[in-house]
């Protein structure tokens, strides 16, 4: 896990050195802001034809910088005020906890049960049997892969809950276990339990046929602003 954090940190780190390097060049504006867009984004496709969607990823965002010449430097800044602004304006007020006993409510409708959030790294839940239980992934930059196989499922229904900007999202799923799936991705491919799509804004929505009456059930809400989403059984 360190090394993927480490990983992806570097590559943060290279796109900011590439900005200020052609900033410090002084390239003529023309090849500043319309041919090396045109490039990175030439180079990006060949990275999404080649699943490689991190790297891509990263190209598309730097033509976007280039193009509309963003500073970068001011995006950072703005960024962190939102961040921080966001997370003071989400924190629960004492008195409010209190009357809520000790069960701990989250105030926005697309997040349930334990919140668990990363900006830049991965996220597994593939590595040894573990209690699945509502759950809300907030991730940034990075992978999220949970194996349902190994999970020990409750009685009624679990949601679970990933939202991503750049990434694939991985969910295997036991033969046995009654699934509804709702999966969307702005640029990037589909892959859930059989049915696939591929391109821009696509969306697949699914339940297997004895969901309602199931006793044990998961509910997935998956969405991707960049990557793969892939939902299949093991």
Do not use: C
């Not at 193009?67 to 997370?87: E, P, R, T």
């Not at 900006?119 to 930059?141: K, N, P, S």
């Not at 699914?206 to 299949?232: M, P």
């Amino acid at each position: 896990m360190q090394t993927q954090n480490n990983r992806y940190i570097g590559l943060a780190i290279i796109v900011i050195g590439v900005i200020i390097l052609i900033n410090s060049l002084q390239i003529h504006a023309f090849v500043s802001r319309f041919l090396l867009p045109v490039i990175f984004v030439a180079i990006g496709l060949h990275f999404y034809r080649h699943h490689h969607r991190l790297l891509a990823g990263i190209l598309f965002g730097l033509a976007i910088i280039l193009f509309f010449k963003i500073n970068i430097f001011g995006l950072i800044v703005a960024g962190l005020f939102i961040y921080f602004g966001y997370n003071m304006l989400k924190k629960e007020d004492p008195d409010d906890e209190y009357q809520n006993g000790n069960e701990k409510t989250f105030h926005t409708h697309q997040s349930v049960g334990n919140v668990k959030k990363s900006f830049i790294g991965e996220v597994h839940y593939t590595h040894a049997r573990f209690d699945l239980e509502d759950l809300t992934i907030q991730q940034g930059i990075g992978d999220v892969k949970i194996d349902l196989t190994k999970a020990i499922i409750k009685d009624g229904e679990t949601v679970i809950i990933v939202n991503g900007w750049v990434g694939d999202i991985d969910i295997y799923v036991p033969y046995d276990l009654n699934v509804s799936v709702d999966a969307s991705v702005s640029f990037g491919d589909l892959k859930v339990l059989g049915q696939s799509e591929g391109g821009v804004n696509r969306n697949i929505s699914i339940r297997t046929a004895q969901y309602e009456e199931s006793s044990k059930k998961v509910k997935l809400i998956l969405s991707l602003f960049i990557g793969d989403i892939d939902v299949r059984y093991l």
